[in-house]
């Protein structure tokens, strides 16, 4: 059984950034275990174009697009020193609104959010990217599914779970959740088990954007633009509810939507149906070419185990207000910290709670507390 001090649970941004400032902080004895193939949990960029055919960094989002400097400080900073660019969301131009089927499809003055949503180019996952590239070799330990945690007199024993069915331990002193507490709660096993309130109100802990689905179509030129349009709608109609230019400078001309289908209903439609309604529905609102994007990407993220469960399918979306961090007494009490997103008490469930969190979740677990440096 390998030993290493502290094991964080979850390679998306609250882990990776967690494991990169306990490494700059000298604790190199650290394991970061992740259930997925691959790190990013649910920061994802992909290849704008399925055929490879574009530039190594035109990538568009699934997961995460936006963030907001000027109220998020922290994440701004860590950015900035990660030497991260950055662009405002392109929002100029009249928008699309359909209403009802009778009144069919209208144009509307656009407006620009102030300040602007800012995005990074190459995608979220670039942020999730410069921090990988900073993690000690062998901290990141892929395909770990974590299932059980024991509190003994040595620590905590971690088990672990691979695809291929492979049982997995370590014997560390401290565990960061950096998943979110729902998920937490209801697919790991603590022994002894947690304080009964506390786990209550982890599993009462929507994840943030759980329920939803996001579709992206990819074009060869933004040609929404020439008709005055910002790629910017709204739909009562569906299936698409709300959608956004997703085009990069220099990149590919992309445009997205947030699927308006609960996630129950999606469940029962076949994907390609869903993506064939989205194309048709962008046709409607942008005209004929939006009905042959390059590449078209449906992600949905209920149907994803690493990060839905079932209680996630029927919430509303809300931000949650953030669960205690770790327990008020007890074995745990010293052990076990929450630092995924949703324990943010800033910005629960959003891109700057991961790094919120994380920060206080590394201070609580080395005792120096206090705002964390940047990388
Ligand atoms: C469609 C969508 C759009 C969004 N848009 C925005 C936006 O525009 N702006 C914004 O600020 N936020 C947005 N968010 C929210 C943002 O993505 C999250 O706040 C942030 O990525 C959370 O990071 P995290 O590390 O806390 O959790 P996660 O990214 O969920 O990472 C948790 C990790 O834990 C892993 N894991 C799960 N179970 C286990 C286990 N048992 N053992 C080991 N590993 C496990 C998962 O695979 C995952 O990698 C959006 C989210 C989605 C899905």
């Not at 059984?1 to 400032?21: D, E, F, K, N």
């Not at 089927?101 to 996952?125: D, H, I, K, Q």
């Not at 185990?305 to 029927?314: I, S, Y």
């Amino acid at each position: 059984m390998h030993s290493p001090s502290i094991a964080i649970l979850g390679a998306g941004l609250s882990g990776l950034y967690a494991a990169t400032l306990l490494s700059q902080r000298g604790q190199h004895d650290v394991v970061l275990l992740e259930a997925r193939a691959g790190p990013g949990g649910r920061i994802l960029s992909v290849p704008a174009r399925a055929d490879g055919s574009d530039l190594p960094h035109d990538r568009v989002d699934l997961g995460p697009s936006w963030f907001w400097p000027h109220s998020q400080p922290q994440l701004d900073a860590l950015i900035a020193a990660l030497g991260l660019a950055r662009f405002a969301q392109p929002e100029d131009g009249d928008m699309r609104v359909e209403r009802s089927l009778r009144e069919g499809v209208l144009t509307v003055r656009g407006y620009a959010n102030w300040p602007p949503s800012m995005r990074l180019a190459g995608g979220m996952a670039a942020l999730t990217d410069a921090l990988l590239a900073r993690l000690p070799p062998g901290c990141l330990h892929t395909d770990r599914a974590v299932r059980a945690l024991r509190c003994n007199d040595k620590g905590i024993e971690v088990e672990a779970v691979d695809a291929a069915g492979r049982l997995h331990h370590w014997q560390v002193n401290q565990v960061l959740l950096a998943l979110p507490p729902r998920l937490a709660a209801q697919r790991i096993a603590f022994e002894p088990g947690l304080p009964p309130t506390l786990l209550r109100q982890w599993l009462a802990t929507p994840t943030w954007m759980a329920p939803h689905a996001k579709y992206v179509a990819v074009y060869p030129t933004p040609f929404w633009r020439e008709q005055g349009l910002s790629g910017e709608a709204r739909s009562a109609l569906g299936p698409l509810g709300e959608i956004h230019d997703a085009s990069t400078p220099g990149g590919s001309a992309a445009l997205f939507g947030f699927v308006g289908v609960p996630a129950r209903t999606r469940q029962a439609l076949a994907p390609d149906a869903l993506r064939a309604a989205c194309r048709e529905q962008l046709a409607r609102l942008f005209g004929p070419q939006a009905a042959q994007p390059l590449s078209d990407y449906l992600q949905d993220w209920a149907q994803e185990p690493c990060t839905a469960t079932p209680a996630d399918f029927d919430s509303a979306g809300q931000h949650a207000v953030a669960p205690p961090s770790r327990a008020g007494e007890g074995p745990w009490r010293e052990r076990l910290i929450g630092i995924g997103s949703e324990w943010s008490r800033q910005f629960p469930g959003y891109v700057a709670g991961a790094v919120e969190a994380a920060g206080e979740g590394v201070g609580l677990a080395t005792g120096t507390g206090g705002r964390p440096a940047s990388p």
